[in-house]
Each structure stands twice: as structure tokens, then as C-alpha cells.
Nanobody, 121 residues
């Protein structure tokens, strides 16, 4: 059974940092791209970042320079290091997998249940 499990969300002040983790199981991690999406209250889900099976990284313009995605294949884990957080980063963050990186969430095959990030003073 394919599973993606996110962790690391929480409450942080503006300007702070968090590191999200996505642990994958049930498939060969190295063959797939892993993406992070987020959905803020009342808004559509949007692509945040993605790392391909050959470790090419992609970022949305809204997080470029502040967020860093990385992969630990030995641990079947993808991380999203989030720095200089802003209130507008508040959302439920989901990891998802597909063969290639894409910004279209309809194309992703598997999803985690999400982890809530709240940026507030």
C-alpha cells in the first residue's frame, strides 16, 4: 500500500522557520517525483515545490529563495525547509507523488493527509 505521511507543521511567528517531512512507503522512492502543495483557508490548492527523481528542484515564485526541498532516498523522505515564513504561508501542506514534477494537482497519483502550518504572531 502506498503511503505518504507528512509531519513538522505547527505554529510559528513571522520570520521563523519550520521543516516539513514527507515519509513515503509502498513504492520505490527513487523512481518518483515528490511535490509539496498547500491549501490556505478559502483558497485553491497550489503547488509549492517539487523534487524530481533525478533531484531537480522546482519552486513557486511565492516561495523561491525562502523554501528548500531536499530528498533522503535512504530514508524515503523528502523535506521542505521553510525560512522567513510569512502569514500568507499559512496553509495545510500536502506531499504528493507522481512520475514527474507538475504543478497540476490532478496529475498527482498519491497524496498524504497534510500537516497544518500557521504563521502568526
Amino acid at each position: 500500500e502506498v503511503q505518504l505521511v507528512e509531519s513538522g507543521g505547527g505554529l510559528v511567528q513571522p520570520g521563523g522557520s519550520l521543516r516539513l517531512s514527507c515519509v513515503a512507503s509502498g513504492f520505490y522512492f527513487g523512481d518518483y517525483a515528490i511535490a509539496w502543495f498547500r491549501q490556505a483557508p478559502g483558497k485553491e490548492r497550489e503547488a509549492v515545490s517539487c523534487i524530481s527523481s533525478v533531484n531537480k528542484e522546482y519552486y513557486s515564485d511565492s516561495v523561491k529563495g525562502r523554501f528548500t526541498i531536499s530528498s533522503d532516498n535512504a530514508r524515503n523522505t523528502v523535506y521542505l525547509q521553510m525560512n522567513s515564513l510569512k502569514p500568507e504561508d499559512t496553509a495545510v501542506y500536502y506531499c504528493a507523488s507522481d512520475l514527474v514534477c507538475t504543478t497540476n494537482d490532478n496529475d498527482m497519483d498519491y497524496w498524504g493527509k497534510g500537516t497544518l502550518v500557521t504563521v502568526s504572531s
